[in-house]
Every structure is written in structure tokens, then in C-alpha cells.
């Protein structure tokens, strides 16, 4: 059973910079997809970045590309994301979440994750 749980968030104002982390466990292979989510207040939760942790394959949203990035340190089995540029839109809560997959290509849609953490807030003030 794979546990991801999250730390990081907290509060920041507009254009600050924030660094969450994703740590897991209970991992039988390297071949997973992890990704980034967020879900913001009457919002649907929408992917943010993911990851293909045995080849470092990246993905991103139109609405971060540029100002987030996701990366991953295997020794520590953490992934992370890097948040720079921070807008008032980026305020959510962010998940960590992860599925076994046999290929390189993960989505940022949330239907093919089936671990995911419990969360940790991202709020930016304008």
C-alpha cells in the first residue's frame, strides 16, 4: 500500500515562491506515474504536474508551465514542487498522488490516481 503525505504549503503573497514535498512509501516498483493536484474552494481538482519517476518524464498545466516544477529525489522517495511566480489563482489545496504505470506518459487528469495524500494548503494574498 502506497502512503504519500504532503508538507510545505502555507501562506505567501503574490509573485513569493513556496516548495511542497510528497514523501512515500510502501512502493513494490519504480514504474509510477506521481503527480501534483490542486482543488480550490467550488472547483473541480485539476492536475497541476506530473512525473514518470523511473525516467523523469515531465507534464504540466497551461496555467504553470514556466513557473512550477516537479522533480523527485529517488534516495528520499520524495517528490517535490517547486512554485515560483505565485498568483491569487494558485490558491488551493494541493495533493500529492500516485498510480503504478507501465508506460512514461502521465496524465494530470486525477482518474488514473489511486494514492493520494491528505493535502496541504497553498494560500496567496494579492
Known amino acids: 500500500q502506497v502512503q504519500l503525505v504532503e508538507s510545505g504549503g502555507g501562506s505567501v503573497q503574490a509573485g513569493g515562491s513556496l516548495r511542497l514535498s510528497c514523501t512515500a512509501s510502501?512502493?513494490?516498483?519504480?514504474?509510477?506515474?506521481m503527480g501534483w493536484f490542486r482543488q480550490a474552494p467550488g472547483k473541480e481538482r485539476e492536475g497541476v504536474a506530473s512525473?514518470?519517476?523511473?525516467?523523469?518524464?515531465?507534464y504540466y498545466a497551461d496555467s504553470v508551465k514556466g513557473r512550477f516544477t516537479i522533480s523527485q529525489d529517488n534516495a528520499r522517495h520524495t517528490l517535490y514542487l517547486q512554485m515560483n511566480s505565485l498568483k491569487a489563482e494558485d490558491t488551493a489545496m494541493y495533493y500529492c498522488?500516485?498510480?503504478?504505470?507501465?508506460?512514461?506518459?502521465?496524465?494530470?487528469?486525477?482518474?488514473?490516481?489511486?494514492?493520494w495524500g491528505q493535502g496541504t494548503q497553498v494560500t496567496v494574498s494579492s
Open positions: 498522488a500516485a498510480h503504478k504505470s507501465g508506460g512514461s506518459w502521465c496524465s494530470t487528469f486525477p482518474q488514473p490516481y489511486n494514492y
Open positions: 510502501g512502493y513494490t516498483s519504480l514504474n509510477y506515474c
Open positions: 512525473l514518470y519517476t523511473a525516467g523523469d518524464t515531465t
